[in-house]
C-alpha cells in the first residue's frame, strides 16, 4: 500500500507539470505565438488568466499589449481591450492598425 501511495505522489508530482499553462515558462516570442495561436482558435477565455500572467512579466510590450487588446475584445470587455490598445500605442510605434482598432473599439463603446 505504501508503494502505490508513493507511485501515486510522484505519478502526481509529475502530472503537475503538464497540466500548469503554456505561457508562463515561455519566454516573449513564444508567448506572443502562443496567445496568437489561442486567439486565432477562439480559445480566448481560456487564455485569460495567461494573457495577464504576460502582462505583469513585460508590461511594456506593444505586440502583447495589442495582442492583449485583442483577447479583450474577442471576450467581450471592450473597455479593458481600448485600455491594453493605448497602453500598446503608449509602448511602441503608433502604427495605422493599432490606431484604427482603438478607433473601432471606441465606437464599440
Known amino acids: 500500500m505504501k508503494k502505490l501511495a508513493g507511485l501515486f505522489t510522484v505519478w502526481c508530482v509529475l502530472q503537475?507539470?503538464?497540466w500548469a499553462p503554456e505561457v508562463v515558462a515561455a519566454t516573449l516570442p513564444e508567448t506572443l505565438q502562443l496567445l496568437?495561436?489561442?486567439l486565432e482558435s477562439w480559445?480566448?477565455?481560456a487564455v485569460w488568466p495567461e494573457v495577464l500572467d504576460a502582462i505583469e512579466k513585460f508590461p511594456q510590450d506593444a505586440d502583447l499589449l495589442e495582442t492583449a487588446s485583442h483577447i479583450a475584445y474577442h471576450l467581450g470587455d471592450y473597455p479593458?481591450?481600448?485600455d491594453l490598445m493605448k497602453r500598446a500605442i503608449a509602448a511602441g510605434e503608433e502604427n495605422e492598425v493599432r490606431r484604427g482598432f482603438a478607433l473601432f473599439i471606441e465606437e464599440t463603446i
Do not use: C, D, I
Request: aromatic share 8%.
Open 80 to 82: 479593458e481591450a481600448l
Open 16 to 18: 503537475s507539470g503538464f
Open 36 to 38: 496568437k495561436e489561442k
Open 43 to 45: 480559445q480566448v477565455e
